[in-house]
């Protein structure tokens, strides 16, 4: 009997099984007397467990890469719910990762059901019914009695039928497992759900490489270029072999540059996928046909917002049905929810939103953005530089994207309301960061628009924000200037200096009135505290860039007393670090320590590169271990890479004051290729403007070498720093910013053009040496740019030159030095 049960599981249906079983199960109760149900069924579900009970089930042409944490969660969820369900929008591969399952379940019988082809939800037990070979009714009577795994693959667009079934089978048998793959759930009490995420960059990555080499063997596949087209594919398996594919008649990069225009690129999968994954368009355009009107029009009008939105956000473009139409595209997989700092974001796939972008009304969208963009600026621009500052920045950040596409748009329609607010926040936000590129490409546009600009009471004081952050970006980078933004400032209504932005609006215009020193120390003794605070900071810079350090410390000292500890964290936090980096420049480091420590306890994490000047703190100390622990610390600032040249200096200064030179070198001259990638050491004497960053590395990197004979490492850079240095001393910048630190910058070269020439001119070399001190040179990198190894070489190559040097050039000013440098170059050359 045995064996005839075991030819029957093999050879026939399920439901034919069953029937034969019951009825050899009713031909041995007459014979014996008894029921041998219980021994007989266990011998038949044994037999009923092995491979020949998958139906359905394939077996992958290619690789599943990626999905194996994937295939184990959804087995762990098949264990403990009756109900589990896959879910995610169209592309990411729900089939093959339940195809993928399938093959690992043991135990069960697996059915596999592709639901692509039912038309109405009634269709969908009959498919099931065709797979398991029963009719409808007799769908609890095969599957009841034996453990099973029903798969319900793409269930999308009948989902109340396949809930229903789903239901009614669990409700009526015991050993019943329902696995399905939608874009959305079925949401019973009983689903477990399973969201299956992108491919992460890296294996997005090899599956291009894989399915364009099976393509074109021989194709090109520059690694940069291809992590570009597959950061621009939202992580979709199928978006990725679709333009993998293209490799046919393509080159990579010319892919890439397609991708503004995917859904007509991207065409023409392989024949054995299915007719709805023969293009990304196809893919797309199953879901917005599953979406009523209402749905639709609201994705088409959610697609105006590239960098994601809250429900707030949604709420003011779509009105008051907003929550309900977001829970609905969500359960749909045509929008993704992730958590954030700043609450709740939702976000479409860039493939979804470039569809639904192609069906909106264009022009009333971009009204909506802007109205929502004015609410938000309004809502929070005096935050951003006020005492809450912390919060406010994280939800500008957030909408950072959004923002600056309203503020484009407004600048394009002239709306200086919506300019004046969304560009308020937004260069708020910049000028705390440091971040200042993009303030000067804003400045101008918004500045053009707003000087004809009469706010209303509402509009006053964000006018007066934007104005008074892109009046001090001009004036830290140009020094005081005649500019839009302070004839913007003029004209607005005057106001009490008890904001930063106010004080700020003050400090300017009375500058660029009167400009000088003393104006500045004028304001320093302002009954307005905070406008006081400012100036002292400001004087500081004033200070330093007139070659004395020790009266800039002074003056940024006062700030903190005055400010107090309720003003606006990223202002105090600037100005302890203003008074750490000081402390550090005159040589006192355990001032510079305490203000350091306090300047990285206001904002946390360390986004400002507070951790760098605490690893030179270090450095100069001699205490490697802290500085390196400080460097590991360190979140780069601006979004800068591993790469940073100021990383990678201090990564040198370790390593050479460890004894690793070839090694601590080497990276000098990395940080010097990461300023300057496309000509190595080679750079133009006469470049458009001063470059403080990148002479100053070229600067540090010359010293370095020298001090460690190897200077014909650097032999280009050698060989042209002189008249680099004759240029920019030739050329000063007409009334600068105290922030430029031009007359470091002059003194490092100075120093670097005179180490190397100790053994050529010595007399050259020491006074330009002495000359570079009284510059006050650049000395954040050490030990290569310690004081006291500037002065050791100098005595060591001549002393009493070099003490005369430093007499001679004691009482003179900036301009005097400056003509004296080139002097001293002269004769240099002369000599030559």
Same mark, same amino acid.
């Given at each position: 009997?045995?064996?005839?049960?075991?030819?029957?599981?093999?050879?026939?249906?399920?439901?034919?099984?069953?029937?034969?079983?019951?009825?050899?199960?009713?031909?041995?109760?007459?014979?014996?007397?008894?029921?041998?149900?219980?021994?007989?069924?266990?011998?038949?579900?044994?037999?009923?467990?092995?491979?020949?009970?998958?139906?359905?089930?394939?077996?992958?042409?290619?690789?599943?890469?990626?999905?194996?944490?994937?295939?184990?969660?959804?087995?762990?969820?098949?264990?403990?719910?009756?109900?589990?369900?896959?879910?995610?929008?169209?592309?990411?591969?729900?089939?093959?990762?339940?195809?993928?399952?399938?093959?690992?379940?043991?135990?069960?019988?697996?059915?596999?059901?592709?639901?692509?082809?039912?038309?109405?939800?009634?269709?969908?037990?009959?498919?099931?019914?065709?797979?398991?070979?029963?009719?409808?009714?007799?769908?609890?009577?095969?599957?009841?009695?034996?453990?099973?795994?029903?798969?319900? &693959?793409?269930?999308?667009?009948?989902?109340?039928?396949?809930?229903?079934?789903?239901?009614?089978?669990?409700?009526?048998?015991?050993?019943?497992?329902?696995?399905?793959?939608?874009?959305?759930?079925?949401?019973?009490?009983?689903?477990?759900?399973?969201?299956?995420?992108?491919?992460?960059?890296?294996?997005?990555?090899?599956?291009?490489?894989?399915?364009?080499?099976?393509?074109?063997?021989?194709?090109?596949?520059?690694?940069?270029?291809?992590?570009?087209?597959?950061?621009?594919?939202?992580?979709?398996?199928?978006?990725?072999?679709?333009?993998?594919?293209?490799?046919?008649?393509?080159?990579?990069?010319?892919?890439?540059?397609?991708?503004?225009?995917?859904?007509?690129?991207?065409?023409?999968?392989?024949?054995?996928?299915?007719?709805?994954?023969?293009?990304?368009?196809?893919?797309?355009?199953?879901?917005?046909?599953?979406?009523?009107?209402?749905?639709?029009?609201?994705?088409?009008?959610?697609?105006?917002?590239?960098?994601?939105?809250?429900?707030?956000?949604?709420?003011?473009?779509?009105?008051?049905?907003?929550?309900?139409?977001?829970?609905?595209?969500? &359960?749909?997989?045509?929008?993704?929810?992730?958590?954030?700092?700043?609450?709740?974001?939702?976000?479409?796939?860039?493939?979804?939103?470039?569809?639904?972008?192609?069906?909106?009304?264009?022009?009333?969208?971009?009204?909506?953005?802007?109205?929502?963009?004015?609410?938000?600026?309004?809502?929070?621009?005096?935050?951003?530089?006020?005492?809450?500052?912390?919060?406010?920045?994280?939800?500008?950040?957030?909408?950072?994207?959004?923002?600056?596409?309203?503020?484009?748009?407004?600048?394009?329609?002239?709306?200086?309301?919506?300019?004046?607010?969304?560009?308020?926040?937004?260069?708020?936000?910049?000028?705390?960061?440091?971040?200042?590129?993009?303030?000067?490409?804003?400045?101008?546009?918004?500045?053009? *628009?707003?000087?004809?600009?009469?706010?209303?009471?509402?509009?006053?004081?964000?006018?007066?924000?934007?104005?008074?952050?892109?009046?001090?970006?001009?004036?830290?980078?140009?020094?005081?200037?005649?500019?839009?933004?302070?004839?913007?400032?003029?004209?607005?209504?005057?106001?009490?200096?008890?904001?930063?932005?106010?004080?700020?609006?003050?400090?300017?215009?009375?500058?660029?009135?009167?400009?000088?020193?003393?104006?500045?120390?004028?304001?320093?003794?302002?009954?307005?505290?905070?406008?006081?605070?400012?100036?002292?900071?400001?004087?500081?810079?004033?200070?330093?860039?007139?070659?004395?350090?020790?009266?800039?410390?002074?003056?940024?000292?006062?700030?903190?007393?005055?400010?107090?500890?309720?003003?606006?964290?990223?202002?105090?936090?600037?100005?302890?670090?203003?008074?750490?980096?000081?402390?550090?420049?005159?040589?006192?480091?355990?001032?510079?320590?305490?203000?350091?420590?306090?300047?990285?306890?206001?904002?946390?994490?360390?986004?400002?590169?507070?951790?760098?000047?605490?690893?030179?703190?270090?450095?100069?100390?001699?205490?490697?271990?802290?500085?390196?622990?400080?460097?590991?610390?360190?979140?780069?600032?601006?979004?800068?890479?591993?790469?940073?040249?100021?990383?990678?200096?201090?990564?040198?200064?370790?390593?050479?004051?460890?004894?690793?030179?070839?090694?601590?070198?080497?990276?000098?001259?990395?940080?010097?290729?990461?300023?300057?990638?496309?000509?190595?050491?080679?750079?133009?004497?006469?470049?458009?403007?001063?470059?403080?960053?990148?002479?100053?590395?070229?600067?540090?990197?010359?010293?370095?070498?020298?001090?460690?004979?190897?200077?014909?490492?650097?032999?280009?850079?050698?060989?042209?720093?002189?008249?680099?240095?004759?240029?920019?001393?030739?050329?000063?910048?007409?009334?600068?910013?105290?922030?430029?630190?031009?007359?470091?910058?002059?003194?490092?070269?100075?120093?670097?053009?005179?180490?190397?020439?100790?053994?050529?001119?010595?007399?050259?070399?020491?006074?330009?040496?002495?000359?570079?001190?009284?510059?006050?040179?650049?000395?954040?990198?050490?030990?290569?740019?310690?004081?006291?190894?500037?002065?050791?070489?100098?005595?060591?190559?001549?002393?009493?030159?070099?003490?005369?040097? *430093?007499?001679?050039?004691?009482?003179?000013?900036?301009?005097?030095?400056?003509?004296?440098?080139?002097?001293?170059?002269?004769?240099?050359?002369?000599?030559?």
């Amino acid at each position: 009997m045995v064996e005839l049960l075991r030819a029957q599981a093999a050879t026939t249906s399920s439901a034919e099984a069953l029937s034969r079983y019951d009825a050899y199960r009713r031909s041995l109760r007459d014979e014996l007397g008894t029921d041998p149900g219980a021994a007989l069924q266990a011998v038949y579900q044994e037999l009923l467990r092995g491979e020949t009970a998958k139906r359905g089930v394939l077996h992958e042409p290619n690789a599943l890469l990626g999905r194996d944490n994937d295939v184990s969660a959804v087995l762990d969820l098949l264990r403990t719910s009756r109900v589990v369900s896959i879910t995610g929008p169209g592309g990411l591969g729900k089939t093959r990762l339940a195809h993928a399952v399938g093959r690992e379940i043991t135990g069960h019988n697996v059915y596999f059901v592709a639901l692509a082809g039912a038309s109405a939800d009634e269709d969908v037990a009959g498919e099931v019914a065709s797979v398991l070979g029963a009719s409808g009714q007799d769908l609890v009577r095969v599957v009841g009695g034996i453990p099973a795994v029903i798969v319900l &693959d793409n269930c999308e667009h009948v989902l109340d039928g396949a809930a229903e079934l789903a239901r009614t089978l669990i409700s009526m048998t015991k050993d019943l497992r329902i696995l399905t793959t939608s874009r959305a759930p079925l949401g019973l009490s009983s689903e477990s759900v399973h969201q299956l995420g992108a491919l992460p960059l890296d294996i997005a990555v090899e599956l291009f490489e894989q399915r364009a080499k099976a393509a074109r063997p021989a194709v090109d596949l520059p690694i940069g270029t291809v992590t570009e087209v597959c950061g621009h594919l939202d992580g979709l398996p199928l978006a990725i072999e679709l333009a993998a594919a293209r490799v046919r008649v393509m080159s990579v990069a010319e892919i890439a540059k397609r991708l503004d225009d995917r859904f007509s690129l991207l065409r023409g999968g392989s024949r054995d996928s299915p007719e709805r994954h023969r293009t990304l368009h196809a893919v797309v355009d199953w879901s917005w046909n599953l979406l009523g009107e209402t749905q639709r029009a609201a994705m088409a009008t959610l697609s105006i917002f590239p960098g994601g939105f809250t429900a707030e956000a949604a709420e003011h473009v779509l009105g008051a049905e907003a929550l309900g139409i977001l829970e609905h595209l969500a &359960d749909h997989s045509l929008l993704q929810v992730a958590d954030t700092s700043a609450g709740a974001r939702f976000r479409m796939l860039e493939t979804v939103r470039e569809f639904s972008a192609k069906h909106r009304d264009h022009d009333q969208a971009v009204t909506l953005l802007l109205a929502w963009a004015r609410h938000f600026g309004l809502g929070n621009h005096d935050q951003v530089l006020g005492p809450a500052a912390l919060p406010a920045t994280q939800r500008v950040l957030a909408e950072q994207d959004n923002l600056v596409q309203a503020v484009r748009y407004a600048i394009d329609r002239a709306d200086s309301a919506t300019v004046a607010a969304t560009g308020a926040v937004l260069v708020g936000v910049w000028l705390v960061g440091s971040n200042y590129t993009p303030i000067a490409a804003l400045a101008d546009d918004c500045a053009w *628009v707003l000087t004809h600009f009469p706010p209303t009471p509402a509009y006053v004081e964000v006018t007066r924000t934007i104005a008074a952050v892109c009046a001090v970006h001009t004036f830290m980078i140009n020094g005081p200037r005649a500019v839009r933004s302070l004839v913007i400032l003029r004209r607005l209504p005057p106001a009490p200096p008890d904001t930063l932005p106010r004080a700020a609006a003050v400090l300017l215009t009375t500058l660029a009135q009167r400009p000088g020193m003393s104006t500045v120390y004028e304001l320093t003794h302002s009954q307005y505290l905070l406008l006081a605070a400012l100036a002292n900071f400001v004087a500081s810079y004033f200070e330093e860039s007139s070659l004395d350090p020790h009266a800039a410390l002074e003056s940024v000292r006062q700030v903190p007393d005055l400010v107090g500890d309720q003003g606006n964290p990223w202002f105090r936090q600037a100005v302890h670090l203003r008074i750490g980096e000081l402390a550090m420049h005159v040589g006192e480091s355990g001032l510079a320590l305490r203000h350091l420590h306090e300047a990285l306890g206001i904002v946390e994490p360390d986004v400002t590169g507070i951790g760098y000047s605490l690893a030179m703190v270090s450095l100069t100390k001699g205490d490697l271990e802290s500085a390196g622990k400080w460097l590991e610390q360190v979140h780069e600032p601006g979004g800068y890479q591993s790469g940073h040249p100021l990383r990678l200096g201090i990564q040198a200064e370790i390593m050479l004051a460890r004894g690793e030179i070839d090694a601590g070198l080497q990276t000098w001259r990395r940080a010097l290729a990461y300023l300057n990638p496309s000509a190595g050491t080679e750079y133009r004497v006469e470049p458009l403007g001063m470059d403080p960053w990148l002479d100053a590395i070229r600067a540090v990197t010359v010293v370095a070498h020298a001090q460690h004979d190897r200077l014909e490492m650097v032999a280009d850079l050698v060989a042209l720093l002189p008249a680099r240095l004759v240029w920019l001393l030739e050329h000063p910048t007409p009334n600068p910013s105290p922030f430029l630190m031009e007359s470091p910058v002059w003194g490092a070269l100075l120093l670097a053009v005179g180490m190397t020439q100790r053994h050529r001119a010595p007399g050259s070399a020491v006074r330009m040496i002495a000359l570079a001190e009284r510059f006050r040179y650049v000395r954040a990198f050490q030990p290569t740019m310690s004081e006291q190894r500037a002065l050791d070489y100098a005595r060591q190559t001549d002393g009493p030159a070099y003490a005369d040097a *430093v007499s001679e050039y004691a009482g003179l000013d900036r301009d005097e030095l400056r003509l004296a440098a080139l002097a001293v170059l002269a004769d240099d050359q002369s000599a030559g």
